[in-house]
């Protein structure tokens, strides 16, 4: 499996029609606009999985956060994958690529994302891959 990290606007729009697949409410330029603000003041990575015919399978996106509860941790902000790939493993594939960067990048506070609670595809996906649930979101606007 091919792996590259957007580096430039080529890679980003190359990868915003499987982003526009989780985050159907950004426009093109909105992607790229938050993208740029995120990898500049978060050090945000996005990470796009090419099958062997070289198309774009899954994207990743995250960041290192550190907080006093977990310290130094890779959060995942983004997991997708194409529609056809759903339920082939590749997922999981990417989820233990999320804890080799988190390994390699000193995370010794492991791995955190969130999920809504109404995608129970998700939720069932994390838990079957050896997640576990410790909080509850909540936001505000």
């Not at 992607?31 to 062997?52: G, P, S």
């Not at 509860?69 to 590749?90: A, F, M, N, P």
């Not at 010794?108 to 891959?129: D, K, Q, V, W």
Request: charged share 25%; net charge neutral; with cysteine.
């Amino acid at each position: 499996m091919k792996i590259i990290t957007a580096k430039n606007s080529t890679d980003l729009e190359s990868f915003y029609p499987l982003i526009h697949e989780l985050r159907p409410h950004l426009s093109l330029s909105e992607f790229i606009d938050i993208y740029h603000h995120a990898h500049k003041n978060d050090q945000y990575e996005l990470t796009a999985f090419f099958d062997d015919e070289g198309q774009m399978c899954a994207v990743i996106g995250y960041r290192i956060l550190y907080d006093f509860v977990r310290g130094r941790h890779l959060y995942i902000d983004d997991l997708v994958t194409t529609s056809e790939k759903r339920s082939q493993g590749l997922g999981q594939y990417v989820l233990k690529y999320a804890e080799v960067m988190a390994k390699q990048l000193n995370c010794t506070g492991g791995l955190r994302l969130c999920a809504g609670f109404e995608n129970t595809r998700g939720i069932s996906f994390y838990e079957r891959n050896g997640w576990t649930q410790r909080a509850i979101a909540f936001v505000k606007k």
